[in-house]
C-alpha cells in the first residue's frame, strides 16, 4: 500500500463518517422541515433537538477533516475544485453556517415566533447543505472539475450526475436521520412518535433507493469512467448497499428499530464506498490520480501521524459521546413532576438521578 | 500636480497591480476572520473559566458557583455553535479565495491544520458531553470533561498560529528554479518563531473571554443588582483576565524582539519610520504619513529604538530602506499596532488599580465610574486583540507569505463580483451577530426572572418550570423581593 493511498483512504474514511454521521444530523433537518405546524410538529422537534444537540458539532468536524486533509494531503486537485465550484461550494457553506447557528438559537429561543424563525432556517439550511455538497461529490465523480482549475462555474455541477448525487445526497441523510429518530423515539417510549417516523422513513427508504438505482441511468452516459468503476470494482459494496437498504425498510416494518440503524448505516456507507471504489484512482475523475496529485511524501508521513493520534484519541472520545447519548440516564423525558427540590442537590449528594 | 491628480494617479497604479478581485477577497477574509477570532477566544478561554467556577461550586458546595457554571455553559453552547460555523467558513476560504496559495504551498502548512482539527475535534465532543451531562454523570467525573475543552483550547491556538507564523516566518521548504523542494512539514509545526506568537494569541483569548464576561456582571451591578451571584460571576473571569492582562504587554514585546530582521517592512511600518533615523529613534505616537512625512506624530526621543530594537544609538530601519513594491500600507498597520498597545495598557493599568486599592482596603466595584469602565472593557478587549490582528495582517501586505508569495499570486481569479459576495457576508454576519444577541440577552433576562432551565417553546412545558417555587440563584430572588419593596 502505497503512502498516498494510505492518506487518500484516510480521507476518504472522513467523508464517509460524515456522510454517515453528519448526514444524520442533516437529514433531521428534512424532519424538521416536513413535521407540520408548530403544535403538531412539537413532539418530532423536541426530539430532534434531543437526539442532535449534543452530537451535531462533533459530527460536523469531520467536514473540516477532510479538507484539512484534501488541501494538505493533494494541494493541488483542492485548488481545482475551489476555483472551479466556488458556486455549490458557497452556497453549501451558506447552508452549514445556517444550519449550526440556528439550531443553536432554536434550542435557546423565547418565544414560538422566534423559535418558528430560526427553526424555518434550520431546517431549509439543513436540506440545501447536503444538496449542495452531493453535486460537489457529482461533479467530482463525473470528471468536471479540470486539473488546471477553473472549470466553467455553472455546467460543472448543473448537469445530470451532479444533480442526481445531491438529491441521493437529501434522501440519504433524511433516510438516516428518519432511522434514528424512530429508535430513538422508540426508546424514549414515545410510541405515537415512533409509529408516524417509521412510516416516514419506510416512505424516504424506498423514494431515495429508487432514485438511486435511477442515476445509474444517466451516469452510464454521463459519467463513463465512474460507470466503469461502479460496475466492476465497486459492484460487491452497490449490491451490499441495496441489501441494506432493503433489509431496513423490512426491519422498519417489522419494528425492529435497533437493528434497522445498523442496516442503515451500512447502506449509506457503501453508496459511498461504492462512489470512492468505483473513481479510483482518480483524486479528480480523468483528470488527477491519486498518485499525480498527492503533495511531499514528509507531509503525507506527518498526515498518517495525525490519523493515527485521532484515531487513538478522538475515536474513542466520538464514541464515548454516542455512548453517553443511548444510554437510560440521558434519555429520560424529563423530571417527574412534583420534584420541588433544586437540581444542585442531585449534584451535592452526589446521586445520579433517583 | 495637485492633490487629486496624484491621487487618481496612485488609484490607477493600484488598479494596474492589483486584479479586481483581490481587494473583495481580502475585506471577505478580513470580515470572516475578524467575526469567528472573537469567538475563537470564547472557545479557548471560556472552558477554563468555566472550570474555575465548577471546580468552586463543588469544593464549597456553592449552589451559586455551580448555577453560574451552569449557565456559562449554555453560554458557551450558543457561542461554540456560531464559532464553529464561522470557523468552517474559513476552512472553505481558504480554497475559495486564496486557491494560489493553497495549490502551493498546501503541503507545506497544511499540517499543523490537521492537529488543530483533532483538537478542535475533541472541543466538540467533551462539549457536548459536558452541557448533556448535567444532572446524568457522576459530578466529579462531569467536572472532569472541562479539562479536554482546556487544553485542546491551547494545542488548537498553538496549531492556528503556527501556519500565521509561517505566512509571517515561512520555514520548512525551499525553492529551487521555481519549484518548491525540501518540505519538511514538522518545522512549520516547530517553528521557533510560533511559540511567542502564540502566547500572545492565548493570553489574548483570556483578556477577551474574561473582560467580556465581567462586563456583562459589572453593567448587571450598575443597574443595582448586588447579589452573590453578580460579584462571584464578575469575580472568577475578572481573575482571569487579570492575570492576562498584567502578562500581555511583556508577552507582545518579547514577541516583537527581531521583528527588525524578520520583517523590517512590518517594523518601519508599526513605528511610521519613512527614512531612517540619524542615530535613535523617537517613538511615534499617533501621527500619519503624508506624502513620505510624519504628520501630527507626538515624538518622544529615543524611546522608539529602546523599545523595537532595545538600543539607544541604533536607529529603527526606515522603509527607505525596502522597494517601495514589498511597502505595506503604513497608516493603517501604525494606527491599529499602537491602538492596540494603547488599549492593552489601559486594560492592564485598571487591573493593576484595582488590585492596588483593594490591598488598600478600598473595593472599586463600589465605584460607579469604576464599573462603567469595566463594563466596556469587553469591548476594548476585542477592540485591542482586532487591532493586533490588523496591524500584523496589514503589516505583512504585500506579501501572504513574507518574502515569498505575493497576495496576488495567491488570490482566485475572481471579478469584482465578488463585492457582492461580500455585501451578502456582510448581511449574513450581521445577522448571526443580532441573532445571538437577541437569544443571548433573553436567555439572561429569564434567567434572572427565576426559570430554572430553558424549555425550547415549541416543546411540552418542563415540570420544572411549573413549580415555580425552584428557582436558581436564591439570591436573586432576596434581591428581587427587596427591589418590589
Known amino acids: ?354 | 500636480m495637485d492633490a487629486t491628480q496624484l491621487l487618481a494617479q496612485a488609484a490607477d497604479a493600484v488598479a494596474a497591480a492589483d486584479p479586481a478581485g483581490l481587494m473583495p477577497a481580502r475585506q471577505q477574509m478580513a470580515l470572516s476572520l475578524g467575526w469567528h477570532i472573537i469567538l475563537a477566544c470564547f472557545g479557548v478561554a471560556f472552558p477554563a473559566i468555566i472550570f474555575a467556577m465548577h471546580l468552586r461550586g463543588l469544593l464549597k458546595k456553592d449552589p451559586v458557583s455551580l448555577d453560574l457554571a451552569k449557565r456559562w455553559g449554555k453560554v458557551s453552547a450558543v457561542l461554540f455553535a456560531i464559532g464553529a460555523v464561522s470557523g468552517t467558513v474559513l476552512s472553505f476560504e481558504m480554497g475559495l479565495l486564496w486557491p494560489g496559495l493553497m495549490g502551493t504551498y498546501g503541503d507545506v502548512l497544511g499540517l499543523p491544520f490537521a492537529f488543530e482539527g483533532l483538537a478542535f475535534f475533541l472541543e466538540a465532543i467533551f462539549l457536548g458531553i459536558y452541557l448533556y451531562g448535567w444532572g446524568r454523570m457522576p459530578p466529579r467525573l462531569h467536572l472532569m470533561m472541562v479539562v479536554p475543552m482546556a487544553i485542546t483550547g491551547i494545542i488548537g491556538t498553538y496549531c492556528v498560529i503556527a501556519v500565521n507564523a509561517w505566512m509571517n516566518h515561512p520555514v520548512g521548504f525551499d525553492v529551487i528554479d521555481g519549484a518548491i523542494t525540501n518540505i519538511e512539514p514538522w518545522a512549520v509545526l516547530f517553528n521557533t518563531h510560533t511559540f511567542m506568537q502564540f502566547a500572545h494569541m492565548w493570553v489574548a483569548a483570556y483578556m477577551v473571554a474574561g473582560f467580556s464576561i465581567a462586563a456583562v456582571y459589572a453593567a448587571g451591578m450598575l443597574k443595582g443588582r448586588r447579589d452573590r451571584h453578580h460579584r462571584l460571576g464578575f469575580m472568577v473571569p475578572f481573575a482571569f483576565a487579570t492575570v492576562a492582562a498584567l502578562a500581555q504587554p511583556f508577552v507582545g514585546h518579547l514577541l516583537g524582539e527581531g521583528l527588525d530582521e524578520r520583517q523590517p517592512s512590518k517594523l518601519a511600518a508599526f513605528e511610521l519610520a519613512a527614512t531612517t533615523d540619524e542615530g535613535a529613534s523617537p517613538l511615534r505616537i499617533g501621527g500619519v504619513l503624508i506624502d513620505g512625512e510624519v504628520k501630527g506624530a507626538l515624538e518622544i526621543p529615543y524611546l522608539g529604538s529602546m523599545i523595537a530594537l532595545g538600543s539607544l544609538t541604533e536607529p529603527v530601519p526606515g522603509l527607505d530602506q525596502i522597494p517601495e513594491e514589498d511597502h505595506p500600507p503604513v497608516n493603517f498597520t501604525h494606527l491599529a499596532f499602537q491602538a492596540m498597545i494603547g488599549l492593552g495598557l489601559l486594560l492592564m493599568g485598571a487591573v493593576v488599580l484595582y488590585w492596588f486599592l483593594r490591598w488598600r482596603k478600598r473595593d472599586l466595584l463600589h465605584n460607579r465610574w469604576f464599573l462603567r469602565f469595566m463594563a466596556t472593557t469587553g469591548v476594548l478587549a476585542v477592540a485591542a486583540m482586532e487591532a493586533g490582528w490588523i496591524a500584523t495582517e496589514v503589516g505583512r501586505q504585500p506579501w501572504i507569505v513574507f518574502g515569498v508569495m505575493r497576495t496576488t499570486e495567491a488570490a482566485a481569479d475572481h471579478s469584482a463580483g465578488l463585492w457582492g459576495v461580500y455585501g451578502a457576508s456582510v448581511l449574513l454576519y450581521g445577522a448571526m451577530t443580532v441573532g445571538a444577541a437577541v437569544v443571548l440577552r433573553s436567555m439572561a433576562r429569564r434567567w434572572r426572572e427565576g426559570a430554572a432551565d430553558l424549555p425550547s417553546p415549541y416543546g411540552p412545558r418542563s415540570p420544572l418550570a411549573d413549580a415555580a417555587t425552584v428557582r436558581e440563584c436564591g439570591d436573586e430572588r432576596d434581591h428581587a423581593k427587596e427591589a418590589a419593596r
Open chain 1, 1 to 354: 500500500m502505497s503512502l498516498e493511498f494510505a492518506v487518500a483512504a484516510a480521507l476518504f474514511a472522513g467523508v464517509l463518517c460524515y456522510a454517515v454521521l453528519g448526514g444524520a444530523d442533516f437529514g433531521s433537518g428534512f424532519h424538521d422541515l416536513t413535521a407540520g405546524g408548530s403544535r403538531r410538529g412539537a413532539p418530532l422537534r423536541t426530539l430532534i433537538d434531543h437526539s442532535i444537540g449534543p452530537v451535531w458539532e462533533a459530527n460536523h468536524v469531520w467536514l473540516i477533516y477532510v479538507l484539512v486533509m484534501w488541501w494538505t494531503g493533494f494541494p493541488k486537485s483542492f485548488a481545482a475544485t475551489m476555483t472551479t465550484l466556488h458556486v455549490p461550494l458557497v452556497l453549501a457553506l451558506v447552508g452549514i453556517v445556517l444550519r449550526g447557528a440556528s439550531f443553536a438559537f432554536r434550542k435557546y429561543s423565547e418565544t414560538l415566533a422566534q423559535a418558528k424563525l430560526f427553526g424555518i432556517v434550520f431546517a431549509t439550511s439543513s436540506v440545501l447543505a447536503p444538496f449542495f455538497l452531493g453535486t460537489i461529490a457529482g461533479s467530482l465523480a463525473s470528471g468536471r472539475v479540470p486539473a488546471a482549475g477553473n472549470g466553467d462555474p455553472w455546467s460543472s455541477w448543473l448537469a445530470p450526475t451532479p444533480l442526481f448525487t445531491g438529491a441521493i445526497s437529501v434522501g440519504t441523510c433524511a433516510f438516516l436521520a428518519g432511522v434514528f429518530l424512530t429508535a430513538d423515539a422508540a426508546r424514549r417510549g414515545q410510541d405515537a412518535l415512533a409509529a408516524e417516523l417509521r412510516i416516514r422513513s419506510l416512505i424516504v427508504g424506498a423514494v431515495t433507493g429508487a432514485v438511486v438505482f435511477a442515476a445509474l441511468i444517466p451516469i452510464e452516459r454521463d459519467a463513463p469512467t465512474l460507470w466503469e468503476g461502479l460496475m466492476s470494482r465497486a459492484a460487491p459494496v452497490m449490491a451490499l448497499s441495496a441489501l441494506g437498504g432493503i433489509a431496513t425498510l423490512v426491519l422498519l416494518w417489522r419494528r425492529r428499530f435497533g437493528f434497522a440503524r445498523v442496516t442503515a448505516v451500512t447502506a449509506v456507507a457503501a453508496v459511498m464506498a461504492g462512489w470512492g471504489l468505483g473513481q479510483y484512482p482518480w483524486v479528480l475523475v480523468d483528470q488527477v490520480t491519486v498518485h499525480e496529485g498527492a503533495g511531499a511524501s514528509a507531509t503525507l508521513q506527518g498526515l498518517l501521524v495525525a490519523v493515527a493520534i485521532a484515531a487513538l484519541v478522538v475515536v474513542p472520545a466520538l464514541g464515548y459521546l454516542l455512548y453517553l447519548t443511548q444510554s437510560p440516564q440521558w434519555n429520560e423525558a424529563g423530571v417527574p413532576a412534583g420534584r420541588a427540590a433544586h437540581w444542585s442537590r442531585r449534584i451535592e449528594s452526589g446521586r445520579r438521578r433517583p
